[in-house]
């Protein structure tokens, strides 16, 4: 009991494996996240914004809303 104490073995204990549809739905969203980064990354590339103004959101939200439809 001591030696698994006082070496943390209690803190890697294995956990329960999500289900299939928590596993489905992280995939879904960590897929939407990279997707929104990617359109993001293209239009700062392509209209070449240093700063990003209350226009630039605008239209940032504009295709995002656009893009997961």
């Known amino acids: 009991m001591a030696n698994v104490l006082s070496t943390g073995?209690?803190?890697s204990a294995?956990?329960?494996k999500p289900s299939f549809f928590s596993r489905l739905l992280r995939a879904q969203?960590?897929?939407r996240?990279?997707?929104a980064d990617r359109v993001?990354?293209?239009y700062i590339a392509?209209?070449?914004l240093q700063k990003l103004s209350d226009n630039g959101e605008r239209e940032i939200s504009?295709?995002?809303s656009n893009a997961w439809r």
């Open 62 to 64: 504009r295709l995002l």
């Open 33 to 35: 996240q990279r997707r």
């Open 9 to 11: 073995a209690w803190l």
């Open 40 to 42: 993001v990354k293209q």
């Open 46 to 48: 392509t209209h070449g």
């Open 14 to 16: 294995p956990t329960k």
């Open 29 to 31: 969203m960590e897929s």
